[in-house]
């Protein structure tokens, strides 16, 4: 049953894993909105028609480029100014950022459990690490693996390398995303994978990948991952 109506407490019936890999945007950070408003800005500026939710998460892809190609025209744009400017208008927009109802529950349960807690992300290491410690959240995690720049590469090699450096065991490690790309990263390092909707990417794309899908992060009586 792949019903989205799931909370984590259907999910997993076994042993809780010990290693949990968050993403970042769209699953500890409800920022859908705020990076819609930011593209939004960006296809203003080039006097292109705005998209709604529903279209942006639609669209979602990796890499990202492959995204704004639906909606920019990348032969006439170079890619940098859509990473410079997606981030500026980004920040314009951010005090509407917030955290995922439920989340900073969820991360003091898993503490208490036991649990090694890390964000992989494909956003800038130093950005993470702001908004986490502007969240009250940052002391959850053991590691922040972000990028070391705006251009939102190489998510799966930090990833590989960081388990690899420290051991991590897979089979006591769940990855838990947004994306079709956050289960491709779970695939990548043969880990299981929890998907969230209500981020950046649209439900019938996070069904698709075969692994549970849930919608909320409010059910703290976790039986284990």
Not at 12 to 32: E, H, L, P, S
Not at 39 to 47: A, F
Not at 115 to 124: F, N, R, Y
Not at 194 to 221: A, R
């Amino acid at each position: 049953d792949r019903s989205p109506s799931r909370g984590l407490g259907d999910v997993y019936k076994r042993q809780m894993k010990k290693y949990i890999i968050w993403d970042w945007n769209g699953t500890i950070v409800d920022d859908a909105g705020i990076a819609l408003d930011a593209v939004n800005d960006m296809l203003r500026e080039q006097h292109r028609p705005e998209i709604t939710l529903e279209e942006y998460r639609n669209a979602m892809d990796t890499p990202i480029l492959r995204f704004y190609e639906q909606f920019f025209d990348m032969k006439a744009t170079d890619f940098n100014w859509i990473t410079e400017r997606f981030q500026s208008y980004y920040e314009n927009h951010k005090d509407q950022l917030r955290l995922h109802e439920g989340v900073e529950g969820l991360l003091e349960y898993c503490r208490q459990k036991g649990c090694h807690q890390i964000i992989l992300s494909s956003s800038a290491t130093r950005i993470i690490q702001f908004y986490a410690k502007l969240f009250g959240v940052a002391d959850y995690f053991e590691a922040v693996l972000g990028a070391d720049d705006l251009l939102a590469a190489g998510k799966i090699e930090r990833a590989v390398g960081y388990f690899e450096q420290n051991k991590i065991p897979k089979a006591e490690t769940v990855m838990i995303g947004d994306s079709v790309h956050d289960f491709d990263v779970s695939q990548a390092l043969g880990i299981d994978c929890i998907l969230m909707s209500g981020g950046h990417q649209d439900l019938q794309s996070l069904q698709s990948c075969g692994c549970p899908v849930i919608t909320s992060f409010q059910d703290h009586s976790i039986p284990g991952f």
